[in-house]
């Protein structure tokens, strides 16, 4: 109904072959990694299983923060232009991720083909971090806090026109970026969408401290070094509803510097004032914190390389569904408290 086959759109569209996979027993996510709490995601590729471009991805405001049928056009035409150079021979294939199979993770499997039951795209994200926890292995700043939101570098996109920078600020303007600047190249990685560099910018180690980018600019190439501020992949987690996140049913806002040298508290730690405390603490008897509380410490510890919150602390140390021992200030006065956070369980 949205592409009538007279329309543009809809004579682009008929110059593919559309496929839709809507359960991924079997199906090589290896080939087809993405973030898999994206829910609307596609992949163009040809009969040899090379992926051209992806188009999809989000941002925590909305699942089609950056969507849009005109967008999604220009993408259908991108993907024709590459297959053209594919055909004549100029197009050669980027070697083949290592295979992964949704088989390959136990609990997944348990849950779902083991009984005849769908195998659905976010429960692969999930049982993989899943998975991972129960190895060890987990890494919470990789695979909980995935995509990286490009405003907090400061890029602002013309949506409609794809990568086309409509404004710019912090980080990225320090860096060059101008608006009229069109995004090609992230890490050295060919972009042609925001899927596409979402997903390049997703692999951007979580301890740099900078990020390659390239961009046309009235069609000559400009490379740029991007700084990257200190915690720079940190986005609002709310709508993952991660199993792997602990969940504290609080938010709390840090301390400046003077605030904690006058508690006594370490210049450099986490302490920090709550300011939002969510009604299911109660009724799940995770805490008895109030607004205006000061945490000063989580499990004893009051200083963190990476964490600027109490919130965030417990978050990435703590492990969904236990409980830790918070060190309060309220009215002046210290106190211990109870934590217990807590564990979802995504239409499972």
């Known amino acids: 109904m949205l592409s009538p086959t007279d329309s543009s759109r809809g004579k682009l569209l008929s110059q593919y072959v559309t496929v839709r996979i809507i359960r991924m027993d079997g199906v090589d996510i290896g080939l087809f990694d993405r973030d898999w709490q994206n829910p609307i995601y596609f992949f163009i590729l040809n009969a040899d299983e090379q992926i051209y471009l992806r188009y999809g991805g989000r941002d925590e405001t909305a699942v089609d923060s950056h969507l849009t049928l005109e967008s999604l056009e220009l993408a259908l035409k991108e993907g024709l232009k590459l297959h053209e150079e594919w055909k004549a021979g100029r197009l050669p294939a980027p070697p083949r991720p290592k295979p992964d199979f949704p088989e390959n993770y136990p609990a997944l499997v348990e849950r779902t083909s083991a009984h005849g039951a769908c195998v659905e795209c976010h429960l692969i994200g999930d049982f993989k971090a899943l998975q991972h926890e129960e190895e060890g292995t987990l890494d919470k700043l990789r695979e909980m806090y995935r995509s990286p939101d490009i405003r907090t570098i ?41 899927g596409d560099m979402q997903y390049e910018y997703d692999k951007v180690d979580r301890a740099a401290t900078e990020t390659h980018w390239s961009v046309d600019r009235n069609g000559k190439p400009v490379d740029l070094t991007i700084e990257l501020p200190p915690r720079f992949w940190l986005t609002n987690l709310v709508h993952r509803h991660w199993t792997i996140e602990p969940r504290p049913y609080f938010r709390t806002k840090e301390l400046t510097p003077e605030e904690k040298t006058a508690l006594g508290l370490p210049a450099d730690g986490f302490a920090s004032r709550v300011t939002y405390v969510d009604g299911v603490a109660d ?41 830790s021992k918070l060190d309060v200030i309220r009215d002046g006065q210290h106190m211990e408290m ?11």
């Open 154 to 194: 400061g890029i602002h996109l013309d949506i409609p026109k794809g990568l086309l920078v409509e404004s710019v600020e912090g980080p990225a303007a320090a860096a060059g970026m101008e608006p009229g600047d069109t995004i090609t190249h992230v890490e050295g990685k060919r972009v042609y969408t925001f």
């Open 283 to 323: 009724l799940l008897g995770s805490h008895e914190l109030k607004v205006g509380d000061i945490i000063a410490g989580v499990n004893g510890v009051q200083k963190d390389p990476i964490a600027n919150t109490a919130e965030l602390y417990v978050r990435l140390h703590t492990k969904s569904g236990e409980a």
């Open 338 to 348: 109870k934590l217990t956070t807590g564990r979802m369980g995504f239409r499972k």
